[in-house]
C-alpha cells in the first residue's frame, strides 16, 4: 500500500492530465460526429430539394397541350407528352368517327404546344390545320379548296368556324340539308331564311361542294 501511495504521489499529475485528455478528446469525438451527421442531413435534404424542382421542372417542360377538332368522338383540348404524334392524340380524343378520313391526315406527325389538329370526314376538303396538308394537286392547280369546308359533310362544330355563321344559322343549313338532300351549289344557301345575297357571296369563300 506504502509502494503505490508513494506511486500515485509521484505519477498523480500525469495521470490526472490523461484522463482530462481522454474526456476532452471524448467530447470532441461525439460532437464532431454529431455535427457532420447534421451536416449530412442537410445536404441530402437541398439535393432531394433541388431534385424534386428539376423534375417539375422536367415534367412541365415534357408536356405539350394540343386542341383536337372534327371527326372524333372526344374533341378537345388535350395535355400529351412532348414527344407525342399525332395518332396519340387521336386516341386521347376517342378515336376516330366511323366516317373519318384518316388517309388526309399525316398521324406520324410529331407535337407542339397550341397545335389544332382537325379530322376531316369522308368526301370532305379539308380545313388546313398543323395535321393536314393541301394535295400536291391543288399545289399546282393554285387552288384554295384546301381552306373550304363541304357543305354537304360539315358538321355543326365545323359550320360554327365560319365567320358569319352561328348556331343558329348552321342549325338551320343542316335542317335544310336533312330536308332536302345534298346542295347543289353553294348559292343554294340563298332558299334558307337568313341567308341574304351577300351573306352567300361572302361565305361562298369558305364553303365548297
Wanted: hydrophobic share 35%.
Amino acid at each position: 500500500m506504502q509502494q503505490l501511495s508513494e506511486l500515485w504521489i509521484k505519477y498523480r499529475i500525469q495521470v490526472l492530465m490523461i484522463v482530462i485528455a481522454a474526456v476532452v478528446g471524448g467530447y470532441w469525438m461525439l460532437n464532431k460526429n454529431n455535427n457532420d451527421a447534421l451536416i449530412s442531413n442537410t445536404n441530402a435534404v437541398l439535393t432531394s430539394s433541388e431534385t424534386g424542382s428539376s423534375l417539375t421542372s422536367t415534367t412541365i417542360k415534357g408536356t405539350v397541350a394540343i386542341d383536337i377538332k372534327g371527326a372524333v368522338k372526344m374533341p378537345g383540348v388535350y395535355e400529351l407528352k412532348a414527344d407525342d404524334r399525332v395518332n396519340e392524340a387521336l386516341k386521347a380524343a376517342g378515336g376516330p368517327l366511323p366516317n373519318a378520313d384518316l388517309r388526309q391526315v399525316n398521324l406520324a406527325k410529331q407535337l407542339t404546344d397550341q397545335q389544332m389538329i382537325y379530322i376531316p370526314l369522308q368526301g370532305e376538303t379539308p380545313v388546313v390545320s398543323s395535321s393536314t396538308e393541301p394535295s400536291a394537286a391543288n399545289n399546282e392547280n393554285g387552288s384554295d379548296n384546301s381552306a373550304k369546308i363541304n357543305l354537304n359533310t360539315a358538321t355543326k362544330e365545323q359550320l360554327c368556324q365560319i365567320t358569319g355563321i352561328g348556331d343558329k344559322k348552321a342549325d338551320l343549313i343542316l335542317q335544310y340539308r336533312q330536308e332536302h338532300g345534298q346542295f347543289k351549289s353553294v348559292d343554294e344557301l340563298k332558299e334558307i331564311n337568313g341567308f341574304g345575297e351577300k351573306t352567300v357571296a361572302k361565305l361562298k369563300d369558305h364553303l365548297s361542294i
